[in-house]
C-alpha cells in the first residue's frame, strides 16, 4: 500500500483520472534521455495511480499521473530532507540549472513529512502551475524533479535537488532517464589564494659564500647579578650574516664557534675558562638552516656547530644572526674585567 497523507492521496487520485485522457494524447516518441548527471540521488518514475516504477523507455503523456520514488523496492522509502529545509517544490528546468530556482522553467510548491522528507512528489509535467509550462510542451530536453529548499524557497537547501533527465516532444510527450547511470553531484567545493614567490638570481654575480661580521668587532657582557651565589653576566655577541649564491650547486656550509679562554684585564694571570660562556645562537626560521642547540655557561664545549645549511636543500641565499651570550664566574673570581676572543668560521661542506 502507498503511504500518503490525505493531500498526497487526493493529489494521487487527481493523476490517476488523467491517466486515461493523458495517454491519448501521446504523440511521436522522444528519444532516449542520455545518462543523468548532478542529482543528489537516483529518482525513478513511477505511476501516480499504483505507484509501481515505469519500465525503461515507457513514453509518457503531458498529463499522465508521475510520480517520484528513491529506489524500486520499498514503496515507503522517502528522499531524505536536511534540517535546515523549510519547503520543497517540484520543477522542470534546463540542464545543469537544477540549482538555481531563478532558471526553472515551470515548477509548483509541494509537501514534505513531519521530518521535512519527501514521500511520493507529484511530477506530471501538467502539475508544474507556475513558470511557463507552454515553453515545456512545446518541446526540448529538459530535468524534472524536486528540490529541498530554505530561504523562503529562494534557495536549495543541503537536502539537495533529485531530477531525472526528460525529452519532450513537441505536444508535450516525454521520455525519462532511468537512474540506473546517475552520476552524483560533485561535492560543493571551494577555492582559495597562494601567494606565490618566485626568486630570481642575476647570472653574472658569481657565485660565492660570505660571512658578514657584526658592526662592532667588541661585544659587552655585563649588568653583573648574583645568581646562586655565583656573578653572572648577559649580553648579545651583534647581527651578523651568511650569504650563499651559489644556487647552481648549493652543496650546504656550516658555521662554527670557537672561544678562547678569558683573562683579567687587571692581571692576565687571573683566569677564566671558556666553558663559563654560554652561547644561544638566534635566527629568524629559514627552512634550509638549522641553529645549534645552545651552549651553556659553566659547561659549554668549544670548538662547537653555531649552525649550518644541508647540502640537499636551495642555497639559503642571506641568513642574518645573533647570539645571547651568558657569561658564569666561578665561586672565588677576582673582581674584574674579562677579556676572551670569539671566533666564528663559516666553511662549505
Do not use: C
Not at 567545493?189 to 667588541?218: M, Y
Not at 657569561?327 to 676572543?341: E, I, L, R
Amino acid at each position: 500500500m502507498i503511504r500518503s497523507t490525505s493531500i498526497r492521496v487526493a493529489a494521487v487520485g487527481i493523476l490517476a483520472a488523467a491517466l486515461v485522457a493523458g495517454s491519448a494524447t501521446a504523440a511521436l516518441a522522444a528519444t532516449e534521455p542520455v545518462a543523468t548527471v548532478g542529482s543528489k540521488g537516483p529518482l525513478f518514475a513511477a505511476s501516480g495511480a499504483d505507484g509501481t516504477i515505469y519500465p525503461k523507455g515507457t513514453q509518457l503523456g503531458f498529463e499522465d499521473p508521475v510520480i517520484a520514488r528513491p529506489d524500486t523496492v520499498d514503496i515507503n522509502a522517502t528522499f531524505p530532507g536536511s534540517p535546515d529545509t523549510t519547503i520543497a517544490k517540484t520543477f522542470v528546468a534546463p540542464r545543469g540549472q537544477e540549482n538555481d530556482p531563478s532558471k526553472w522553467v515551470a515548477w509548483t510548491d509541494t509537501y514534505l513529512d513531519d521530518n521535512k522528507n519527501m514521500y511520493l512528489p507529484v511530477l506530471s509535467l501538467g502539475n508544474q502551475t507556475s513558470g511557463n509550462l507552454s515553453t515545456v510542451k512545446a518541446g526540448g530536453d529538459f530535468s524534472l524533479g524536486f528540490a529541498f529548499m530554505k530561504n523562503n524557497g529562494l534557495t536549495v537547501s543541503d537536502g539537495g535537488a533529485y531530477f531525472t533527465y526528460i525529452n519532450v516532444d513537441n505536444g508535450g510527450t516525454f521520455k525519462f532517464a532511468t537512474p540506473g547511470a546517475v552520476v552524483p553531484p560533485v561535492e560543493n567545493g571551494g577555492e582559495f589564494d597562494v601567494t606565490l614567490n618566485a626568486e630570481v638570481i642575476d647570472p653574472s654575480v658569481p657565485e660565492k659564500l660570505t660571512l658578514t661580521a657584526p658592526k662592532s668587532n667588541t661585544a659587552t657582557i655585563g649588568s653583573p647579578s648574583a645568581v646562586d651565589g655565583l656573578s653572572t653576566s648577559t649580553g648579545t655577541l651583534g647581527v651578523f650574516s651568511v650569504t650563499d649564491t651559489r644556487y647552481r650547486t648549493h652543496p650546504g656550509w656550516t658555521l662554527t664557534t670557537s672561544v678562547t679562554e678569558f683573562s683579567n684585564s687587571a692581571d692576565a694571570t687571573k683566569k677564566i675558562g671558556a666553558r663559563q660562556l654560554g652561547v644561544s645562537p638566534i635566527t629568524a626560521q629559514n627552512p634550509n638552516v638549522v641553529v645549534a642547540a645552545p651552549q651553556v655557561a659553566g659547561s659549554a664545549a668549544y670548538p662547537s656547530v653555531f649552525a649550518q645549511a644541508n647540502a640537499d636543500q636551495p642555497a639559503a641565499g642571506t641568513v642574518e644572526f645573533d647570539a645571547d651570550l651568558k657569561f658564569v664566574a666561578p665561586a672565588g673570581s677576582p673582581v674584574g674585567t674579562y677579556t676572551s676572543k670569539l671566533t666564528l668560521t663559516l666553511v662549505s661542506k
